[in-house]
């Protein structure tokens, strides 16, 4: 006896206008952006069709990448096949490429929830609101975060993908360019945090990625840096590098009590940092720290230029103090709050 499959849930688009009816029809949505000359998506169309009779609560939504530009360029769509789980019409999961494992985990997970987002109309409760202080709070926060890491580097560059590993043609050009003018940066990989990549946009005002800081203020798009790099000014915009020792002396006058560790406070990686983090927190003092176990160069350079082989290394305004037995030794003596004050 033969048994029929069951239907297919996938709807496949016909224009805009019938993709923004689709997507506002249902709370979850599974999108299938993909190519009818890539042959790895024909191969996916397969397991969204399969995923789709598995999971009938889900709306399937399947378009042509290609044949939908403004559509593709909104959900920045740089490879395909892209599927992008929508929740209340906000991105929550985006997987790039024929992960059929990845793609199957996201569906089951949000299928899960779904059912939740619409309750029976004869028992609709009346939904929780947030507050105007939890929001502004939760901005501040996020704004916090945006804030620190474009500060992370003098120049930082926001891109799709890593600089060894660009994920669109963009993103690698301006690598390509920061290489050849020799400029040093940071780089943040968007496609790795959908809400740093969100949240960016609206920070900076600035809609599209790649986007450029220098000195924590937004240079703009690879547009942007082909016209400065043309014109010089880029290289005159650019911090010049420090040597290892002017690096060292800002670092340990970053905060008036500044310990070199190994791990930070809460997650210490060896024994003495362990013990002088516990003497510092029970003497009531304010301090910063530095993990010399994330920057090698750093963590070699500082025993030269302290003069000082081991770590922890404590300072205070600049100077050092010593190491865990030397902190111990002005504890009981009374004189490491005037020598850290």
């Known amino acids: 006896m033969v048994v029929a499959k069951t239907k297919s849930n996938v709807n496949d688009v016909t224009t805009d206008e019938h993709f923004a009816t689709l997507v506002a029809a249902q709370p979850v949505s599974v999108l299938n952006f993909w190519a009818e000359w890539h042959e790895p998506c024909k191969d996916m169309n397969d397991v969204f069709d399969e995923l789709s009779r598995k999971y009938p609560v889900l709306s399937f939504i399947r378009l042509e990448a290609e044949n939908f530009p403004d559509v593709s360029e909104s959900y920045e769509i740089a490879t395909v096949p892209t599927f992008i789980v929508l929740r209340q019409g906000k991105i929550a999961e985006r997987i790039?490429?024929?992960?059929?494992?990845?793609l199957s985990t996201a569906v089951e997970k949000y299928a899960k929830t779904a059912s939740a987002l619409v309750p029976p109309t004869s028992a609709v409760a009346p939904a929780a609101e947030t507050t105007p202080a939890s929001a502004a709070e939760a901005k501040a926060a996020l704004d916090k975060k945006l804030g620190q890491l474009i500060a992370s580097q003098p120049v930082m560059l926001f891109m799709k993908g890593t600089p060894s590993e660009p994920r669109c043609g963009f993103s690698r050009q301006t690598v390509e360019i920061l290489t050849k003018v020799g400029c040093p940066y940071g780089s943040f990989n968007i496609l790795a945090d959908e809400t740093v990549r969100e949240a960016l946009k609206e920070y900076s005002n600035w809609p599209t990625y790649p986007q450029l800081y220098v000195?924590?203020?937004l240079v703009g798009g690879?547009?942007?840096?082909?016209?400065l790099v043309e014109s010089g000014e880029f290289q005159q915009m650019v911090p010049k590098e420090e040597d290892l020792n002017t690096r060292l002396g800002k670092l340990v006058r970053k905060a008036p009590?500044?310990?070199f560790m190994k791990g930070s406070p809460s997650t210490p990686r060896c024994g003495?940092?362990?013990q002088l983090v516990k003497l510092l927190d029970e003497q009531c003092v304010a301090y910063e720290t530095f993990d010399i176990l994330e920057d090698e160069e750093i963590r070699q350079g500082l025993k030269e230029y302290s003069n000082w082989p081991t770590y922890p290394q404590l300072y205070a305004k600049g100077e050092l103090v010593g190491g865990l037995d030397i902190v111990k030794e002005l504890i009981e003596l009374g004189e490491f709050k005037s020598t850290v004050g």
């Not at 790039?96 to 990845?102: K, T």
């Not at 690879?222 to 016209?227: G, H």
Request: hydrophobic content about 45%; overall charge negative.
């Open 96 to 102: 790039e490429g024929a992960n059929a494992p990845a």
């Open 272 to 274: 003495f940092s362990r």
């Open 215 to 217: 000195n924590g203020e």
């Open 222 to 227: 690879l547009d942007i840096l082909k016209e």
């Open 257 to 259: 009590v500044m310990l």
